[in-house]
């Protein structure tokens, strides 16, 4: 083949092989262009109308039914003030933030009060995107809250988001295998953990000891870290937050403990590719006799299509210590202010977030859709207790909630941690490598990110 | 090809373009065509690749910084292995979706009872959103209730989940990629083998032309244009992977195209190398695709 490119438009050759030229070149640009993912795109929006009273309030799709009747609530008791309308999200989180993010980036969107999780406040309010709370959400307010989720708000000691909902990390166990092998209660360590699992299995013939969420994504990040701080390991300073301190013993050996459970056969080897719903199947199969998940597994095994065991052949505790305290990973969701948004639209829709955070609608969204409350006095609620037996369980987990890093970086963060502890759980790096690769990797990202 | 003498007509080729009225109006018929390609396409990638010379973050171009972002790129521990598994997916995939592709082409192309019902029945795996297959195979793959997993663990083929392990995940990958496209494959070397006109075949049986030799001196010469385009297509197809990559391993097999995403998309810090990352994949898949035109002799059009 003798021809070359580009002479095109600049040599009068022939004319049949000119055009020729241009449709093979054309042709192979838009070949070219159709595997290109656009990057960067932004889109119009900015503020909303203001004035009136009414916002616009942002959460996932809400199966119990629930959130619409608080929307509808408050609408009503508000009539002329305020009006909050609800715009329903992807129920997916990532995508959530995505998608908000998207919009703060484009210059602030139409969304003024967001239902968000509680990883997001560090990202949005490094960027300014999200108003800071700290004078309308009063310390005083603050005290009769949870400490771990309020935590989770803090940034920068400016409080950025108001606790509305949260999720504890905890162990569930066969109460019915444990008591007929003669254990009297739900292990207090790791290690007790895995004595129990190998005696009853062995005993019983229960496929599995033990199963949690090891695989690569945001959750088996939320399992390492609570491994890791139940030794006493941190991911970065308490004082300072942008120094970084996982490398340590403490963190190796909670990384270890972790690796050992799949090592010593407690685990199955599969579980470093467990998510929660992988978990879930495991533990209500009747197949795993310690599960570690969160609160709403509970429901799920009162439901014969759902579970093979039933509620009442389930224990509830918080999960087992290491050489230092129990802790439980925090999840749940907060309310946030976008910053964009006129001060009287804010206002309105920070009454919203009173109304909807105010021990009555706790309690209702608690009783309708089991959502724990993040008020303290909630968990001595009787009516509460009864009717939702897993608030009464989840409370000591709770009491015991330690937030992921809090970080305008903490996307890449948690990138980074996912990879290396499902590394070090498949035992590819020893927990030793993985704690001072992490060292390195998430300094590289603090240092970036200021 | 010869050249013709630069200064034979005075006003080039563009003046006898433009005064011919047919051609003229040729040119006013695609002229929206192309300022549309121009806006939605030739703009974001000239953006794109402008941008990929920048410190660029989510919201700011930010400040120059030449080939900064690409050394880092290739730094990039998660770049070289996404690079390494998206080349050794796409020539192995490709490979032999090819060979089983045109071994099924060949079956078909014969007439038989029942053969239209056969020609359906292979496209029904190409006929699945790669998403649905790729969490159904997940799912197959499976430790707990994985049938491949249960097999290939009995017969002691593996001895750990296959989800579990990197390169078990891409050469089920590889396997879930050739039993989605080969019928793809298959159906384009089928219409290619149909313009093969029978009296040629016909005609060297007459000269005592074997088996083998009718395939090579006959069938593959005369399909070669269809081949190069069939084998584009996936080779294209499968050096962007995503979605496949993506849901099967839950995220954790990493391609080209993961990488960017979680560049642009995940990331809070890695935009400029994300970027820089999808400027890499157009370079080389337009590089990929003038070798194809120019190197093999792909025809693109029907022109003379």
Same mark, same amino acid.
Request: glycine share 10%; proline share 4%; aromatic share 12%.
């Given at each position: 083949?003798?021809?070359?490119?580009?002479?095109?438009? =600049?040599?009068?050759?022939?004319?049949?092989?000119?055009?020729?030229?241009?449709?093979?070149?054309?042709?192979?640009?838009? =070949?070219?262009?159709?595997?290109?993912?656009?990057?960067?795109?932004g889109g119009g929006g900015g503020g909303s109308e203001g004035g009136s009273g009414e916002f616009i309030f942002s959460f996932g799709p809400d199966t119990s039914g629930s959130l619409q009747e608080v929307v509808k609530r408050f609408n009503k008791e508000n009539k002329g003030k305020y009006t909050a309308k609800y715009r329903e999200m992807p129920a997916d989180?990532?995508?959530?933030?995505?998608?908000?993010?998207?919009?703060?980036? =484009? /210059?602030?969107?139409?969304?003024?009060?967001? /239902?968000?999780?509680?990883?997001?406040?560090?990202q949005f309010a490094a960027n300014g995107w999200i108003l800071d709370l700290s004078d309308k959400f009063t310390e005083?307010?603050? =005290?009769?809250?949870?400490?771990?989720?309020? *935590?989770?708000?803090? #940034? @920068?000691?400016?409080? #950025?988001? !108001?606790?509305?909902?949260?999720?504890?990390?905890?162990?569930?166990?066969?109460?019915?295998?444990?008591?007929?092998?003669g254990i009297k209660e739900a292990p207090?360590?790791?290690?007790?953990?895995?004595?129990?699992?190998?005696? !009853?299995? @062995?005993?019983?013939?229960?496929? #599995?000891?033990?199963?949690?969420?090891?695989s690569q994504y945001e959750g088996g990040v939320v399992n390492g870290l609570e491994y890791i701080n139940s030794y006493g390991g941190q991911v970065l300073d308490e004082n300072d937050a942008s120094k970084v301190v996982i490398d340590s013993p403490e963190s190796s050996e909670g990384l270890s403990?972790?690796?050992?459970?799949?090592?010593?056969? !407690?685990?199955?080897?599969? !579980?470093?590719?467990?998510? *929660?719903?992988?978990?879930?199947?495991?533990?209500?199969?009747?197949?795993?006799?310690?599960?570690?998940?969160?609160p709403y597994m509970y429901a799920l095994a009162a439901d014969p299509d759902e579970s093979k065991i039933k509620q009442e052949q389930i224990g509830v505790a918080p999960l087992p210590a290491g050489s230092a305290e129990s802790v439980s990973g925090l999840g749940g969701w907060n309310f946030y202010i976008n910053a964009a948004s006129d001060p009287e639209t804010q206002d309105a829709a920070y009454e919203f977030v009173k109304f909807c955070t105010s021990p009555e609608i706790q309690k209702f969204r608690a009783l309708n859709g089991s959502f724990l409350p993040t008020l303290k006095s909630l968990y001595e609620d009787k009516e509460i207790l009864d009717a939702v037996p897993v608030i009464a369980l989840a409370g000591d987990a709770l009491a015991n909630t330690q937030p992921r890093p809090v970080s305008p970086a903490y996307s890449d963060m948690s990138l980074k941690m996912a990879e290396q502890f499902n590394a070090a759980f498949k035992g590819d790096v020893s927990p030793d490598e993985a704690v001072k690769t992490l060292q390195g990797e998430l300094q590289d990202i603090a240092d970036q990110a200021s | 090809m010869t050249t013709a003498p630069r200064e034979k007509k005075r006003g080039g080729w563009l003046k006898e373009e433009f005064g011919n009225p047919e051609r003229r109006t040729a040119y006013y018929m695609v002229l929206p065509a192309l300022l549309i390609i121009m806006i939605v396409a030739v703009y974001p990638v000239l953006n794109s690749i402008w941008l990929s010379l920048h410190a660029a973050t989510i919201t700011a171009t930010g400040e120059f910084v030449g080939f900064e972002n690409y050394v880092e790129m290739f730094g990039n521990d998660d770049f070289i292995s996404g690079l390494k598994n998206t080349v050794i997916f796409t020539v192995v995939s490709v490979f032999f979706e090819f060979i089983i592709g045109l071994g099924i082409a060949l079956a078909i192309n014969r007439a038989f009872r029942g053969r239209g019902l056969v020609r359906a029945a292979v496209l029904v795996?190409?006929?699945?959103?790669?998403?649905?297959?790729?969490?159904?195979?997940?799912?197959?793959? $499976?430790? $707990?209730?994985?049938?491949?997993?249960?097999?290939?663990?009995?017969?002691?083929?593996?001895?750990?989940?296959?989800?579990?392990?990197?390169?078990?995940?891409?050469?089920?990958?590889?396997?879930?990629?050739?039993?989605?496209?080969?019928?793809?494959?298959?159906?384009?070397?089928?219409?290619?083998? $149909?313009?093969?006109?029978?009296?040629?075949?016909?005609?060297?049986?007459?000269?005592?032309?074997?088996?083998?030799?009718?395939?090579?001196?006959?069938?593959?010469?005369?399909?070669?244009?269809?081949?190069?385009?069939?084998?584009?297509?996936?080779?294209?197809?499968?050096?962007?992977?995503?979605?496949?990559?993506?849901?099967?391993?839950?995220?954790?097999?990493?391609?080209?195209?993961?990488?960017?995403?979680?560049?642009?998309?995940i990331s809070q810090l890695q935009f400029a190398q994300g970027n820089a990352a999808a400027v890499f994949i157009f370079v080389t898949a337009f590089l990929l695709a003038l070798f194809f035109i120019y190197g093999l002799g792909m025809q693109t059009s029907t022109e003379d």
């Open positions: 083949m003798a021809q070359t490119t580009g002479t095109m438009a =600049a040599t009068p050759v022939n004319r049949g092989m000119n055009r020729r030229d241009f449709l093979k070149v054309s042709g192979a640009g838009l =070949a070219g262009v159709a595997l290109l993912g656009v990057a960067g795109c989180t990532g995508q959530y933030f995505d998608k908000v993010r998207t919009q703060f980036q =484009a /210059g602030g969107g139409d969304i003024d009060l967001i /239902g968000g999780d509680v990883i997001w406040p560090a005083e307010d603050r =005290a009769d809250f949870l400490p771990g989720p309020v *935590e989770s708000n803090t #940034y @920068e000691d400016k409080v #950025y988001g !108001v606790p509305w909902f949260t999720d504890a990390g905890m162990l569930y166990y066969r109460k019915d295998l444990l008591d007929k092998n207090k360590t790791w290690d007790e953990l895995k004595d129990a699992a190998k005696q !009853v299995t @062995e005993a019983e013939g229960t496929k #599995y000891g033990f199963v949690f969420q090891g403990i972790a690796a050992s459970m799949i090592e010593e056969g !407690v685990s199955p080897q599969a !579980v470093t590719n467990f998510t *929660e719903t992988e978990s879930q199947t495991t533990f209500l199969n009747g197949d795993a006799v310690f599960c570690r998940n969160w | 795996p190409w006929a699945f959103p790669t998403v649905i297959s790729a969490a159904m195979w997940r799912l197959m793959f $499976q430790d $707990q209730i994985g049938v491949i997993n249960y097999v290939a663990n009995g017969i002691g083929l593996i001895s750990e989940p296959i989800l579990s392990d990197a390169t078990l995940l891409l050469i089920g990958s590889i396997l879930v990629d050739v039993w989605k496209t080969t019928p793809f494959m298959a159906l384009l070397l089928l219409a290619g083998l $149909q313009t093969i006109p029978g009296e040629v075949y016909e005609a060297a049986r007459v000269d005592g032309a074997n088996v083998l030799q009718r395939f090579f001196l006959i069938t593959m010469p005369l399909l070669k244009s269809t081949i190069l385009v069939a084998v584009l297509f996936r080779t294209m197809d499968s050096y962007r992977v995503f979605d496949l990559f993506w849901v099967m391993s839950n995220r954790q097999l990493e391609s080209l195209s993961t990488f960017v995403y979680q560049g642009v998309r």
